[in-house]
T-cell receptor
């Protein structure tokens, strides 16, 4: 079974702090994703990575950056946290094997910025 | 721009009732996926429908893909409290490997 593990379930940070969210998957998937989930808005893609050191901006990349130094690990960085980044953050992975591959999600990090 | 809409946004029903939730788009999708997200957890894939008109069953859950591949429905028979959760539909974007999600239907089944 695929396991996607996010480092924290809950995180509270202050405005202006640099915040790191970590995600690890154990199934050798090429693709990894970071989403944020807000009520009524569904899941919105922040960044996508299809290989080590490769990344693409998603729909809402502003204020975020990512790092993928190893295949199994994908980090999301909030350069200078702001209150409008309070949200649920979900990491996912999938095979790079054609369109429509299922995505496997972690349990999410609920981030509050005070 | 590809968009997925879901209805209803919220649904609260008694145990044992039947229900249907919908996923609609003005765009054609090569496939659609349904995920369920239980409180405090990440979404989990339930099914992928690929062919227009396709019907798939997963125990008490029946999924249908529209003939024109622009919409899908999920029907639950005799709902149970364990069915409570957020039901998300998703379809592949024109960009390789990315997926677009609908906003979800939040289902609450009351014992």
């Amino acid at each position: 079974d695929v396991k996607v593990t996010q480092s924290s379930r809950y995180l509270v940070k202050r405005t202006g702090e640099k915040v790191f969210l970590e995600c690890v998957q154990d199934m050798d998937h090429e693709n990894m994703f970071w989403y944020r989930q807000d009520p009524g808005l569904g899941l919105r893609l922040i960044y996508f990575s299809y290989d080590v050191k490769m990344k693409e901006k998603g729909d809402i990349p502003e204020g975020y950056s990512v790092s993928r130094e190893k295949k199994e690990r994908f980090s999301l960085i909030l350069e200078s946290a702001s209150t409008n980044q309070t949200s649920m953050y979900l990491c996912a992975s999938s095979l790079r094997k054609g369109r429509g591959q299922p995505q496997h999600f972690g349990d999410g990090t609920r981030l509050s910025i005070l | 721009t590809q968009l997925l809409e879901q209805s209803p946004q919220f649904l609260s029903i008694q145990e044992g009732e039947n229900l249907t939730v919908y996923c609609n788009s003005s765009s054609v999708f090569s496939s659609l996926q349904w995920y369920r997200q239980e409180p405090g957890e990440g979404p989990v894939l339930l099914v992928t429908v690929v062919t227009g008109g396709e019907v798939k069953k997963l125990k008490r859950l029946t999924f249908q893909f529209g003939d024109a591949r622009k919409d899908s429905s999920l029907h639950i028979t005799a709902a149970q409290p364990g069915d409570t959760g957020l039901y998300l539909c998703a379809g592949p974007k024109t960009s390789y490997d990315k997926v677009i999600f609908g906003p979800g239907t939040s289902l609450s089944v009351i014992p």
